[in-house]
């Protein structure tokens, strides 16, 4: 990884480095929902200053943040010149799908199978997310008594109606 | 005086068995996150906040004031014995106190940052007392106009005080605002954004959003770089020495003045206040070579600092309803649910209530002081908690939170959502907190935009022929033009380089 680099604008390591940039990707984060946030309020009715529809706020809110999108995007172009404190660098798309997954699952899980299952599926699903992950005695042993402690203390003690067992095996 | 009755009202509140006992669990909690590698008091207190829905309204807010101040004082713990602070507001506790952990003064080095963090709550506390009453009077005046522009003040605020680029913070509160909107439309009772989705009628909690974008998504950024900490060496010698005593005294009185000040400003004051107080005392020290190699005024003032700012942080929360920082706005949160509308009418219609909890965060310090510097070893053994063992946990009390919101797993999907966006924000470097804020804050601008303008007839004008409207404003616009100033940038940019 050299330092900064000159880079021609229109070749190819000049959109190379563009395509890398964390700014670039809030500006299109920015603009898109800036835009679609408009597009999604034209449907509400926008009213005037002294009696302001559904769809004045979020109108004026979508055209600050897309503005804010260009003139972040504009800045973009303008400094390309490969400072690595704005690569975006690694991404742990591991993590992201494991941990975020393992949540859904949990979610799919929880009527179905009940919170007996659905909870240890949560911790070792979400678990194989860290590069330490081993299955072994201690960790086994660690997510079963997890699984059941909060199971005592949240079904049990405070009641929240999640199944123990669910709709699959006749809970 | 009224402040001593008030006080004692207070004392009557706090000092009863059961807020004891919340209180006592909130600081334990609290510490106990800010020492544990990962797990920060924005997401235990989103954590937490569906279990509170069963407690009382004091017993609630007591024990989620004290995992709050509680974690600054375990973060300061991290700070000096790991070189890594726990909180944001302890990064400059890691310069002085680390070295002091070096040179194998790390139990002196604890015991001066509570005995600070003691002091500076004691006097924190007497300022809330005083002041707040007065505070809540003018804010008695204010009309939906003044609301208006004090939440764009706190907004700008929390802007300035974050990191990275403005325009990426001013990009992450919009997108905050809009995601509050969600749901019915208070006036017209319209379904905006939830395009027919039956989990999202009544708008997206909160909750959901702090437990996911600093719960998940945390955990995620903390995924990438997995390296250990161990406490190296032991702690054997507690009590500063009178020397020390005689060195701390005045940096504990100026981080104490700075801090209090420093705290009400919107937007995460008590870690602008450690900065400040750290520059103040270099500056005016016969030694300044001292620091960076273990200065007790290095850990003295800063820590006084960043729990005075931590305390007087309460005063626009209790009296305005505005939020000044992302847990405030979680404690908001709570109030809401538990029935009570934070503003100025809480003083007065809830005097148990508001008195109970500023006392109670005396009595928490107090305790933060007898019972950690025995306890220390015990946090000491935290440390090295190894963050593979404990994340898997961190999932699963957010999951289970998720769902027992309203018994749903819509809850929980959404939960995963936002995990994504809060990974996403990170890797972009769009700092979480001004969401959360711009969040909590969108529907309440929204609606008293909307209440000010039509009371005058729909002239925006009046936003600026009212004084304390227009003066709040101003604030807005010159905190936005100081940061704006290249001089006064470059040493923002500076500031935040050294964490």
């Given amino acids: ?171 | 005086m009224d402040i001593f009755a008030n006080l004692l009202i207070g004392l009557q509140t706090a000092g009863s068995l059961t807020n004891l006992f919340y209180c006592f669990v909130g600081v334990f909690l609290g510490t106990a996150i800010g020492v544990l590698p990962g797990l920060g008091p924005t997401a235990t207190i989103a954590i937490l906040l569906p279990i509170t829905f069963t407690m009382g309204p004091e017993n609630a807010l007591i024990m989620l004031a004290g995992i709050y101040y509680g974690a600054q004082y375990g973060g300061s713990t991290t700070a000096i014995l790991v070189n890594l602070p726990g909180e944001p507001s302890s990064v400059v506790t890691a310069i002085d106190g680390y070295q002091m952990a070096r040179k194998g003064r790390a139990g002196v080095a604890l015991s001066t940052a509570a005995i600070s963090s003691f002091v500076a709550g004691t006097i924190a506390t007497l300022l809330i007392a005083l002041f707040a009453p007065i505070l809540g009077e003018v804010a008695l005046k204010f009309g939906p106009a003044e609301y208006f522009s004090l939440l764009s003040l706190g907004l700008v605020a929390a802007l300035v005080l974050a990191h990275g680029s403005l325009l990426q913070a001013f990009g992450t509160v919009i997108v905050g605002l809009l995601l509050g909107l969600i749901g019915p439309d208070v006036n017209s009772g319209v379904q905006r954004f939830t395009f027919g989705i039956t989990g999202m009628q009544d708008g997206i909690s909160f909750v959901i959003v702090a437990m996911g974008v600093f719960g998940l998504g945390e955990i995620v950024a903390n995924l990438g770089d997995e390296s250990g900490r161990s406490v190296s060496g032991t702690i054997s010698k507690m009590l500063p020495s009178r020397e020390d005593v005689r060195r701390m005294a005045a940096p504990v009185m100026r981080g104490t003045a700075l801090g209090s000040l420093l705290g009400i400003l919107p937007g995460g004051g008590a870690m602008l206040a450690s900065f400040a107080s750290y520059t103040v005392e270099k500056k005016l020290s016969k030694r300044p070579d001292e620091f960076g190699k273990g200065a007790i005024e290095g850990v003295a003032g800063p820590e006084a600092a960043n729990n005075a700012g931590a305390q007087t942080a309460f005063i626009p929360m209790l009296t305005l309803g505005v939020p000044s920082n992302s847990i405030m706005a979680l404690i908001i949160g709570a109030m809401i649910i538990q029935g009570i509308q934070p503003g100025p009418s809480v003083m007065i219609e809830q005097p148990a209530l508001f008195w109970g909890v500023i006392v109670s965060m005396w009595i928490g310090n107090l305790m933060l002081l007898v019972l950690n510097l025995p306890m220390i070893g015990l946090w000491v053994r935290m440390i090295g908690i190894p963050y593979h063992f404990l994340f898997p946990a961190i999932l699963v009390f957010c999951a289970i939170g998720a769902f027992s919101l309203s018994n749903s797993t819509f809850d929980v999907f959404l939960l995963a959502l936002f995990g994504v966006v809060g990974y996403v924000l990170r890797k972009l470097d769009c700092e979480p907190a001004p969401l959360l804020l711009g969040f909590i804050l969108g529907p309440m601008m929204e609606e008293n935009l909307r209440r000010a303008l039509m009371i005058n007839r729909g002239d925006a004008t009046v936003l600026f022929t009212r004084p304390i409207s227009c003066a709040l404003l101003m604030g807005a616009v010159a905190l936005l033009v100081m940061v704006l100033l290249p001089s006064i940038r470059a040493k923002r940019d500076v500031a935040f380089q050294e964490e």
Avoid: Q
């Fill in chain 1, 1 to 171: 990884m050299s330092g900064r680099a000159e880079y021609k604008p229109g070749g190819s390591a000049f959109a190379h480095e563009i395509l890398h940039r964390k700014d670039f990707w809030s500006a299109v984060l920015y603009v898109t929902l800036g835009l679609g946030t408009i597009i999604a309020s034209l449907g509400y009715e926008f009213g005037g200053p002294s009696n302001m529809g559904p769809g004045f706020f979020p109108i004026v809110l979508g055209a600050m943040l897309a503005l804010i999108g260009c003139i972040i995007a504009v800045r973009v172009f303008t400094t390309a010149d490969g400072n690595p404190d704005l690569r975006l660098g690694f991404i742990n798309w591991k993590a992201l799908a494991l941990v975020s997954g393992s949540t859904v699952l949990f979610g799919l899980l929880l009527p179905y199978a009940g919170v007996l299952i659905a909870l240890p599926v949560l911790m070792l699903v979400g678990a194989a997310a860290s590069r330490h992950f081993r299955i072994e005695l201690r960790a086994v042993v660690g997510m079963l008594v997890l699984s059941v402690a909060c199971t005592l203390v949240f079904v049990v003690g405070l009641g929240v109606p999640m199944p123990l067992l669910g709709s699959l095996f006749g809970g």
